[in-house]
T-cell receptor, first 113, second 108 residues
């Protein structure tokens, strides 16, 4: 069964350092999503891509977060500088299109110390 | 925006028991999914069910879109069913919005 690949699986970084996460969606899935999940809560959308274009980044803290999907395939989410409050699970998902199911990757668990 | 409410927030069961999890949403949707989040944090898709009834082994789900709720049934629960169950909905032009989840603990 096709999977969404994410790396790294775990990341510990010091406050004020830069950190990056990578996601490779299921082949052929045009829509890619980055979600953030704080412990004890449901995932919340950070950014949505349709091919290489950003569809929704209204909840992305743009002063420190950036996301790209240059060739419309894999994607990178970056945080610079990291803050203690950024400690969370970062989840990537992909979908073949509107009103189709989402498939999530295993996530990257970030701890900022 | 749309509100997604899940109940109960916590559920403790003995192995073999049955359970029903509920998801209420405040507006019409074109996508509804149930997920199980395992202890390692991965979200496993259980059902894509914007309307109707589906079954997969010991799990089944029903969505009544006109009344804006969905139910997830777990029969003969096993310890491996433990974890957090999320309901998530999508409207036209938006990404999936998640509820706060139901935490299920099944003991042997």
């Amino acid at each position: 069964e096709a999977e969404v690949a994410q790396s790294p699986r775990y990341k510990i970084t010091e406050k004020s350092q830069a950190v990056a996460f990578w996601c490779d969606p299921i082949s052929g899935h045009a829509t890619l999503y980055w979600y953030r999940q704080i412990l004890g809560q449901g995932p919340e959308l950070l950014v949505q891509f349709q091919d290489e274009s950003v569809v929704d980044d209204s909840q992305l803290p743009k002063d420190r977060f950036s996301a790209e999907r240059l060739k419309g395939v894999d994607s990178t989410l970056k945080i610079q500088p990291a803050e203690l409050g950024d400690s969370a699970m970062y989840l990537c998902a992909s979908s073949p299109g509107v009103s189709n199911g989402y498939t999530f990757g295993s996530g990257t668990r970030l701890t900022v110390v | 925006g749309i509100q997604v409410e899940q109940s109960p927030p916590d559920l403790i069961l003995q192995e073999g028991a049955n359970s029903t999890l509920r998801c209420n949403f405040s507006d019409s949707v074109n996508n509804l999914q149930w997920f199980h989040q395992n202890p390692w944090g991965q979200l496993i898709n259980l059902f894509y069910i914007p309307s109707g009834t589906k079954q997969n082994g010991r799990l089944s789900a029903t969505t009544v879109a006109t009344e804006r709720y969905s139910l997830l049934y777990i029969s003969s629960s096993q310890t491996t069913d433990s974890g957090v169950y999320f309901c998530a909905v999508e409207q036209a032009g938006t990404a999936l919005i998640f509820g706060k989840g139901t935490t299920l603990s099944v003991s042997s």
